[in-house]
């Protein structure tokens, strides 16, 4: 009987304004079969730092980041 | 296949699966579930804890305007904004339940000394865990030690506004509704 914890980025979705949201599932595992999952989420903005960030996301927020993504947003937000 | 109806003892786990889910179900109904039996929809593998109905981990949304198409809960880390005041170290909580399209937040800001809002309508937190369609502003409440203030979501940029100014404490609390 082996329990694991299982961790990994299942969603992710970048928004027309450059947003990209993701969410993180933990899985405890008993012997492959999945006693409990949790979530969590997060929401990016572009241009926002990305330390800490997975690196399937970053490579995610580094194509969806043009700089023209980056000024249109800030445009939006006075930024 | 249509199920009509189905009475079920002892422990056991429920999967409707896609095919059943998408025909008209004819009159019929759940009289008797176990306790600790777990129902899958949409294809779902029923949760191996609890009792309940087990929803998809991605939504399959439904335009139906009587069909609840989505359930989720879970933490999400909100990060601070720009009109947020932060002495010594930062540090942030947040949970949030989606039922449907209605998506209820708590969070938590703090920092180790202390925090603050000292402008009104700046972004003091950022960080929703789903932005939106349709409209973009909703209302809801934060306050910490000593003062309630109103903020307001914008869906857009999945930040939260502070509606007016709060004295520096060590946390700022904060929740709202919102729609996606």
Same mark, same amino acid.
Not at chain 2, 102 to 112: F, K, L, Q
Not at chain 2, 124 to 148: E, I, K
């Given at each position: 009987?082996? @329990? $694991?914890? &299982? $961790?990994?980025?299942?969603?992710? $979705?970048?928004? &027309?304004?450059?947003?990209?949201?993701?969410?993180?599932?933990?899985?405890?595992? &008993?012997?492959?079969?999945?006693?409990?999952?949790?979530?969590?989420?997060?929401?990016? $903005?572009?241009?926002?730092?990305?330390?800490?960030?997975?690196?399937?996301?970053?490579? @995610?927020?580094?194509?969806?980041?043009?700089? &023209?993504?980056?000024?249109?947003?800030?445009?939006?937000?006075?930024? | 296949?249509?199920?009509?109806?189905?009475?079920?003892?002892?422990?056991?786990?429920?999967?409707?699966?896609?095919?059943?889910?998408?025909?008209?179900?004819?009159?019929?109904?759940? +009289?008797?579930?176990?306790?600790? +039996?777990?129902?899958?929809?949409?294809?779902?593998?029923?949760?191996?804890?609890? /009792?309940?109905?087990?929803?998809?981990?991605?939504?399959?949304?439904?335009?139906? /305007?009587?069909?609840?198409?989505?359930?989720?809960?879970?933490?999400?880390?909100?990060?601070?904004? /720009?009109?947020?005041?932060?002495?010594?170290?930062?540090?942030?909580?947040?949970?949030?339940?989606?039922?449907?399209?209605?998506?209820?937040?708590?969070?938590?800001?703090?920092?180790?000394?202390?925090?603050?809002?000292?402008?009104?309508?700046?972004?003091?937190?950022?960080?929703?865990?789903?932005?939106?369609?349709?409209?973009?502003?909703?209302?809801?409440?934060?306050?910490?030690?000593?003062?309630? /203030?109103?903020?307001? +979501?914008?869906?857009?940029?999945?930040?939260?506004?502070?509606?007016?100014?709060?004295?520096?404490?060590?946390?700022?609390?904060?929740? +709202?509704?919102?729609?996606?």
């Amino acid at each position: 009987m082996a @329990i $694991t914890k &299982e $961790t990994a980025i299942d969603q992710i $979705t970048v928004t &027309e304004n450059g947003i990209v949201l993701y969410r993180e599932a933990t899985r405890i595992m &008993e012997d492959g079969v999945e006693l409990t999952k949790t979530y969590h989420r997060n929401s990016l $903005t572009p241009a926002q730092d990305l330390t800490g960030v997975p690196d399937k996301v970053v490579a @995610i927020c580094k194509t969806a980041w043009t700089s &023209e993504v980056i000024a249109k947003y800030n445009e939006t937000t006075g930024a | 296949m249509t199920l009509r109806s189905a009475i079920i003892t002892g422990t056991a786990n429920i999967n409707i699966n896609g095919t059943v889910g998408a025909t008209t179900p004819s009159t019929g109904a759940f +009289t008797t579930v176990a306790a600790n +039996t777990t129902v899958g929809v949409g294809g779902a593998t029923p949760s191996a804890s609890g /009792a309940g109905i087990s929803f998809p981990a991605t939504q399959s949304a439904s335009t139906d /305007a009587n069909t609840l198409d989505d359930y989720e809960e879970g933490t999400w880390t909100p990060s601070q904004g /720009a009109g947020l005041t932060v002495v010594g170290t930062f540090s942030s909580a947040g949970t949030y339940t989606k039922i449907g399209r209605s998506v209820t937040i708590y969070g938590r800001v703090s920092g180790s000394t202390t925090v603050a809002v000292t402008a009104s309508n700046t972004v003091f937190c950022a960080g929703l865990p789903f932005s939106g369609g349709g409209d973009n502003v909703y209302p809801g409440v934060a306050q910490n030690n000593s003062t309630t /203030a109103g903020m307001f +979501t914008q869906l857009t940029t999945t930040t939260i506004y502070a509606v007016g100014t709060m004295p520096a404490t060590t946390n700022i609390y904060f929740s +709202t509704t919102y729609f996606v």
